[in-house]
């Protein structure tokens, strides 16, 4: 069976969006996560038409300075500089500001990490989804820092550098304050519940 579990005092959320920001950073400085993301943007109504798939930016509800924000960090050359330097803190903001506007983040588990679990899972999300839909409330998937948990845990740590390994080491960490994954675990979906308009643009799919 899968396990639910929520963080929704204030406190919590707070803190743990400070995890979530950080696995943001970690993603948008490392050359392979970051040409993957860019990969799946589609930034214009004519691109979004032409492929129908990926990650449609008007979606995202970003407004125009946010999106112009996008834009630069979408350079990975851009992206290189403030690695080298260091910088990278305002990365973690917009997830930070999600997660202040959210009445809960939750994490659906999994027994192990095998493909019936897995199935077993969507299943169960499937159901979690529609219900929190139906009670009016938004649902979000937050999964990119679980992904990356998954690469450093069950791959060892393929594809990251010494000190991505060490802050992912280090957020890990942190993580399981608030969510006690067991060894064995699998992390089907990590999201957040809030209250919040319609949203203004869907993304496509193939017909």
């Not at 990650?55 to 125009?64: C, G, H, I, K, N």
């Not at 403030?82 to 999600?98: D, F, I, N, Q, S």
């Not at 499937?126 to 845990?153: C, D, H, K």
């Amino acid at each position: 069976p899968c396990t639910l579990q929520l963080l929704e005092k204030p406190e919590e959320l707070d803190a743990f969006a400070k995890v979530l920001g950080g696995g943001d950073r970690v993603r948008m400085l490392s050359q392979v996560m970051h040409r993957e993301m860019m990969g799946e943007l589609r930034w214009t109504l004519e691109e979004v038409e032409e492929t129908r798939d990926g990650l449609d930016v008007a979606t995202l509800e970003m407004s125009p300075p946010e999106m112009a924000g996008m834009r630069m960090i979408s350079s990975w050359s851009v992206m290189k500089t403030v690695g080298l330097v260091g910088g990278g803190l305002g990365l973690e903001r917009p997830t930070r500001k999600a997660t202040a506007a959210a009445s809960a983040i939750g994490l659906l588990r999994t027994p192990d990490t095998s493909p019936a679990s897995f199935v077993k899972a969507g299943r169960a999300l499937q159901r979690l989804w529609l219900t929190a839909n139906g009670l009016g409330v938004s649902f979000q998937p937050m999964t990119s820092v679980t992904y990356i948990f998954y690469r450093l845990e069950h791959m060892d740590g393929e594809g990251f550098s010494p000190k991505e390994l060490q802050n992912l080491k280090k957020l890990r960490e942190e993580y399981r304050r608030y969510f006690e994954v067991g060894p064995d675990e699998g992390e089907a979906m990590l999201f957040r519940l809030f209250y919040g308009p319609p949203p203004t643009a869907r993304s496509l799919r193939p017909r």
